[in-house]
């Protein structure tokens, strides 16, 4: 069952169709299935782990996280609100929006705003012990991402670059790692000391919108065979990148450029094959 | 109930002398006064090699975060000069700044001259390095008549900069747009001169290359349209936008694939976004050299 078959005449999965497959599962993907299915993925893996026999019928599967979405909210929205409201304490705290429902979870109880997520309670981790005694949005965020305090010599990258910085060695493809939607956050860089290599991707583009174009990977209105020949007029006009081909600095952007180019192939360029 | 009376502070310089603050003295003020004396060696140093650095693209002392008794300067006469200079110029750096630049060591060429190890050490020829990102961006604006957005959303009230402020206009690293961070422009988190960062990688180039950010800019930038729309003849307007963009006329040859490439275009004013794009998509565009 796990041999990987290659019958004669069938190619390998094409490096379009997984890229497009990649990609999917790193950016494209807000749509409300495939979230809850990502986080029952995560909650599996992590009951898996945790407590294999409140699982029925997964006894011991081994069932891992392949990517992870981070909903940071900036401390947007009050966890009195939502995930740790505290009915006792009466209107003067809880103000108007002191409704709770019981969850699927004997003792668990969460804001009003939540029927469906209090019907699969037993599905997530929700932490309610911690706090981090740092009143400003801005001070506080770099806290939560980075782990360090504010003001330290350095700046420390955030969960996300630390996790690409140790993933990507087993990460394949020109989809980066570390994808963020839609713009990065934040006073603070996002890769920190790690370098730009471990800067998140940025989308752009509206994920709200009919169809949602990553900014840089599909270019709109712009037709293969017109993609083809300014290229062509790229390089034909690159007087100084000829006559300093041999520059170490003009080696390293030309092989920058050619991953892009390898990227928006896969989106915009008919596939030839694997 | 009468305010309190302050009393004056002590405050410590960070060489361990220290000074009596009056009630009514901004105490940056007095360490600013401070950073700029003969007595503070440190400072002077350090912006003197960093003035080097961002015109010659490596410091004397190099890197230029990395100063320290086992990391001598490549040439230390010429650090030691520099920093008499400074001081003798009453830290001006306008003044210093024209030091450099009227140097011998600031004009030649960047292609290089030496296969030598030590050519670049010692400044040999110019080094080739990416526009950095607020200057880049202010380029392509300038070229195309267009605007961008820098914003802040900390702390609240948001930060919105005037459409007519250049980037290089903005003066705290947390006003910023997607465009400043993907070309790694410095967040400015710690003093480090290593947070900014130049390298290219794979997202500028499709962001430049395919963006509609960029797209749009080209396409209805009325910079752009004043050139195309100008009623010149076609070899004038290439001329035109050559000096715009490349501040120079274009060769025989380059004269020669953008007319074909304007008389194959369809239709036809594809080919007035598409030569500019591909003029700054060329490293002639994008680095310093």
């Keep these: 069952m796990n041999t990987i078959h290659k019958s004669s005449g069938a190619t390998d999965t094409s490096r379009r169709e997984v890229i497009c497959r990649g990609f999917r599962s790193a950016a494209g993907l807000l749509t409300a299935d495939y979230l809850l299915a990502a986080d029952h993925l995560l909650a599996r893996g992590l009951a898996d782990q945790t407590r294999p026999d409140k699982v029925p019928g997964r006894v011991g599967a081994k069932v891992k996280a392949r990517s992870v979405i981070q909903v940071f909210l900036w401390g947007g929205m009050s966890y009195i609100d939502t995930w740790d409201p505290k009915p006792a304490a009466g209107y003067n705290y809880m103000g108007t929006l002191s409704a709770v429902i019981p969850t699927n979870v004997p003792g668990v109880q969460i804001g009003g705003l939540f029927p469906k997520l209090a019907e699969q309670a037993d599905k997530f981790s929700l932490i309610r012990g911690m706090t981090h005694r740092n009143n400003g949005h801005e001070t506080a965020a770099y806290l939560m991402q980075t782990g360090h305090t504010p003001g330290e010599r350095l700046a420390y990258p955030s969960v996300g670059a630390v996790f690409s910085l140790f993933k990507s060695p087993e990460h394949k493809g020109v989809i980066p790692p570390y994808v963020v939607l839609t713009r990065s956050h934040g006073r603070f860089s996002e890769e920190g000391f790690l370098g730009p290599r471990f800067t998140p991707f940025a989308t752009g583009g509206d994920p709200n919108a009919q169809r949602f174009e990553v900014e840089g990977v599909i270019a709109r209105g712009i037709t293969d065979d017109r993609q083809k020949a300014r290229r062509k007029l790229l390089t034909g006009l690159n007087t100084m990148g000829h006559a300093m081909a041999a520059r170490q600095e003009l080696a390293n952007t030309e092989e920058a450029k050619k991953q892009a180019y390898e990227a928006t192939a896969a989106f915009t360029w008919p596939a030839a094959g694997p | 109930m009468p305010p309190a009376r302050i009393e004056p502070q002590i405050a410590v310089f960070p060489d361990g002398t220290t000074i009596t603050l009056a009630p009514n003295q901004d105490p940056r003020e007095v360490f600013a006064d401070w950073l700029i004396t003969p007595r503070n060696p440190w400072f002077t140093r350090s912006i003197v090699n960093r003035v080097w650095y961002w015109l010659l693209g490596r410091g004397i002392i190099h890197e230029p975060d990395d100063i320290r008794e086992d990391n001598p300067p490549s040439n230390s006469e010429l650090l030691a000069y520099l920093e008499q200079e400074l001081v003798a110029g009453g830290y001006d750096l306008k003044r210093f700044y024209r030091l450099i630049v009227s140097s011998n060591t600031y004009q030649p060429s960047s292609m290089p001259r030496f296969n030598d190890p030590r050519a670049e050490a010692n400044f040999a020829s110019y080094p080739l390095r990416r526009l950095d990102a607020e200057?880049?961006?202010?380029?392509?604006?300038?070229?195309?008549?267009?605007?961008?957005?820098?914003?802040?959303?900390?702390?609240?009230?948001?930060?919105?900069?005037?459409?007519?402020?250049?980037?290089?206009?903005?003066?705290?690293?947390?006003?910023?747009?997607?465009?400043?961070?993907?070309?790694?422009?410095?967040?400015?988190?710690?003093?480090?001169?290593?947070?900014?960062?130049?390298?290219?990688?794979?997202?500028?180039?499709?962001?430049?290359?395919?963006?509609?950010?960029?797209?749009?800019?080209?396409?209805?930038?009325?910079?752009?349209?004043?050139?195309?729309?100008?009623?010149?003849?076609?070899?004038?307007?290439?001329?035109?936008?050559?000096?715009t963009v490349l501040s120079r006329l274009p060769t025989h040859e380059e004269r020669k694939t953008v007319a074909e490439y304007m008389r194959s275009a369809r239709p036809r004013r594809n080919a007035a976004s598409d030569i500019p794009w591909a003029l700054i998509n060329s490293p002639e565009f994008l680095y310093r050299h």
Excluded at chain 2, 158 to 184: E, H, M, N, Q, V
Excluded at chain 2, 197 to 218: F, T, Y
């Design chain 2, 135 to 243: 200057v880049l961006i202010d380029a392509i604006n300038k070229i195309t008549g267009t605007t961008d957005l820098y914003t802040s959303p900390i702390p609240e009230p948001f930060t919105y900069i005037p459409a007519d402020k250049p980037a290089i206009a903005i003066a705290d690293g947390s006003i910023t747009s997607p465009f400043l961070t993907l070309f790694g422009r410095s967040a400015r988190a710690t003093g480090m001169e290593n947070e900014r960062n130049n390298k290219p990688v794979p997202a500028q180039w499709l962001h430049m290359l395919n963006s509609s950010h960029i797209q749009r800019k080209l396409e209805q930038g009325p910079g752009l349209k004043a050139i195309f729309d100008s009623g010149r003849r076609p070899d004038e307007i290439v001329n035109v936008l050559y000096l």
